[in-house]
């Protein structure tokens, strides 16, 4: 998918202007008001809800009634006939997609396009995929997975959604007109308010759990315990919500990912205002490059950045021009705008430093020696290459994927309890008793002995200082400075 599709949409989508609300008194309305009619009985809760959206304001050169967003085209593969108007067949999708919103909200679609959240549904190359699909099965990617991820939605002879690819809200769901995501991931239909959207609860359906706690990070942080205690201050009704300005008690993960500052207008592109990727074994620093036929990419810090203005011939690039670079520094200058609505500048550059030093312990100390090793274990035959049929899989799986993204996750949002108990605490616990013992084991049936898992230890773990103790134990250097320290604070005898 992809490339392809964005190329034709944002040439759809450029130079249109900003929320044109269609002149209802040069418009037929007649049919729109037939639907309402009809499903006020019907559907009640729905157009309960519509009528409380800005999509229904009162003026009455200002509504959007559902026609406006379910309208087909006779022909077109999501279209159905349902029910006549003044004789002539009326057609209508059941599904609007980011593309027919795009007609009154170009600005909006454009943003969220390129985004990696309308690209969440590409996951079927990667290893949880193959954990959901083979070691789970299908019932539970399409219950599971999907619901956060978005599928494609297929249709039926009729072009009607078939019941397992739909319901489906997932962020970036790939719909059958070829446009990504769902706007009522966050926007729920039919009031599709923003107020709703700014809550911490939208991002917590999908943000959450043992592999991506930003909600339980969030509601421990201090933001989060400000939000509550001061919700009613937050002003989410406002039309526009610029941080300290509109409110000033709490961010709230819009706030920083996405909201309005006095400098900066809001966006749909979630990943804009973040620098480092926290998801992958090993994390890097990420620049963005957009392109002028609407799609974007990440490069990797000291890999090769296009110049703007340049033919991006690269397979990213596919031949398009360079468009905007943001480096990781513009990135993270953006989130640092956010912050500056509420902090001095020597609070933010702290907290920057405490999170880089444990990405940077969590990549130097952990990833980066036991992803070498296991490398070693593959090419020497101690393990398979297939995923998840060796135990140890598991383990160095289970400390990057859980255990190490909560404690980058917890860092980078103020979640101590995650950086640390949650967090390093058990990598730490499982590198040096699961991941180790395993290594052993598994050499020790091979081979009889454990010399060659100890001479991958002493390979990439030895030389690294923060596993000192591992090798030669405590040492009493260590331990006297312990005391010594303890000893000026609390008095002699203090450390027991
Ligand atoms: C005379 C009554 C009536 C009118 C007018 C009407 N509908 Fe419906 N609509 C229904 C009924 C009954 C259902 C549920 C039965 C069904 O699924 O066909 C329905 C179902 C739907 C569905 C869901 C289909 C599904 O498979 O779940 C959508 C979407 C819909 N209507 C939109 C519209 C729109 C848009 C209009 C105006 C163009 C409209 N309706 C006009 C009665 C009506
Ligand atoms: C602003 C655009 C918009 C308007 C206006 C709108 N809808 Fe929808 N409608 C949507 C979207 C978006 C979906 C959800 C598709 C998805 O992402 O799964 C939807 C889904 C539906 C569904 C199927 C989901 C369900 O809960 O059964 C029905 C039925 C429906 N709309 C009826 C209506 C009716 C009736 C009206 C007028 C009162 C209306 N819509 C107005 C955008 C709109
Ligand atoms: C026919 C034009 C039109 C279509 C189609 C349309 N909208 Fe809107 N939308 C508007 C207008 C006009 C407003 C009100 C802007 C204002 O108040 O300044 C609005 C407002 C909004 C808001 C802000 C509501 C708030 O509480 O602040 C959201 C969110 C939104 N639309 C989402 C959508 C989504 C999602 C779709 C597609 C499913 C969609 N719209 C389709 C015209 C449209
Ligand atoms: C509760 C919602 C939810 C479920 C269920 C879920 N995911 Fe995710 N997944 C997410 C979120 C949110 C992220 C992004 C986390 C982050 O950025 O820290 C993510 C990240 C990922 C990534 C990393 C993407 C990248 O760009 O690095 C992959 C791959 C993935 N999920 C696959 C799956 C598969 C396969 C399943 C089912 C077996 C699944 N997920 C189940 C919400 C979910
Ligand atoms: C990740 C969650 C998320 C998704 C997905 C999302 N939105 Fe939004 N949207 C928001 C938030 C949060 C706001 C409020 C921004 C602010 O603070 O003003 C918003 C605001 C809006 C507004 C109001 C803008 C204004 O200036 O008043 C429109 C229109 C809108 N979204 C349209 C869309 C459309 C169309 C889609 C689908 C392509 C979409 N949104 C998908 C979270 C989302
Ligand atoms: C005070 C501002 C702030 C708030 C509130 C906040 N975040 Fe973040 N978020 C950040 C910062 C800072 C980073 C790290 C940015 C970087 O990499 O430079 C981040 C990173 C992320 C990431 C990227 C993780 C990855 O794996 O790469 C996700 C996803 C995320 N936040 C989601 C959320 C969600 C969901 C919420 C609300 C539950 C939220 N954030 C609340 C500031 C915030
Ligand atoms: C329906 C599920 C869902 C919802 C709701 C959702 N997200 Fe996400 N989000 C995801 C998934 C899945 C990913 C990972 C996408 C990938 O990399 O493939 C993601 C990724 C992100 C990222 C990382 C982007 C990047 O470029 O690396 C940020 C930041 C983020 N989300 C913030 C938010 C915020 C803020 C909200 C609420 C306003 C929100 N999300 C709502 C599912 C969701
Ligand atoms: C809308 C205002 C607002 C924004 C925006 C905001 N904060 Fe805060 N922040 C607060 C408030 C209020 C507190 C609680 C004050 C306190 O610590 O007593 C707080 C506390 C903190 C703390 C102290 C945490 C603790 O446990 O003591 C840190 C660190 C912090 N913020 C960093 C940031 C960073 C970094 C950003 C931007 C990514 C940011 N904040 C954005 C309002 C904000």
Known sequence: MGSAVLGLLSSMYAGSAAAAMPDKTKLDTAIGQACVKCHADESPGIVGEWKKSR??????????DCYDC???????????????????????????????????????????QPSHHAKAGQILGSLDNIMGEVIGGPAAVNAGCRQCHGGDVVLDHRGKPTPETWPNTGIGRGNPDGSLGSCSACHGRHRFSSAQARTPDTCGKCHLGPDHPQMEVYNESKHGIMYRAHVDEMNLKSKKWVAGVDYTAAPTCATCHMSATRKQKTTHDVGERISWTLRPPISQKLNMVRLDNGSEYDVPEGSPI??????????????????????????RGKMKN????????????????????????YNDKFAKPIAAAMKDLVAQGYITAAPFDDKIEWTWWEIWHHEGRRARHGASMMGPDYTWWHGIYEVAQHTYFKWIPEMKEAVRKKDGDEKAAQAILEKHFKPIAGHDWYFNGISKDSIEKTRAAFEERYGKGSLK
């Open 306 to 331: 296009p110049k703007v203005g340049e033919v991006d011939s690269s397979p990213k690039g596919k031949g398009a021009k360079v468009k905007e670079v943001l480096t990781w520094e513009d990135r």
């Open 55 to 64: 999509h229904n304001m009162n003026d009455k050169k200002r509504v959007v």
């Open 338 to 361: 956010v912050c500056y609505a509420c902090h001095g500048s020597d609070q933010v550059k702290g907290h920057y430093k405490q999170f880089d030093d444990v990405v940077n312990l």
């Open 70 to 112: 379910h309208k087909a085209k006779e022909g077109e593969k999501w279209a159905y006939k349902h029910e006549k108007h003044d004789g002539k067949d009326i057609f209508i999708t059941t599904i609007p997609t980011p593309k027919n919103c795009a007609s009154c909200h170009p600005d909006e679609v454009a943003q969220q």
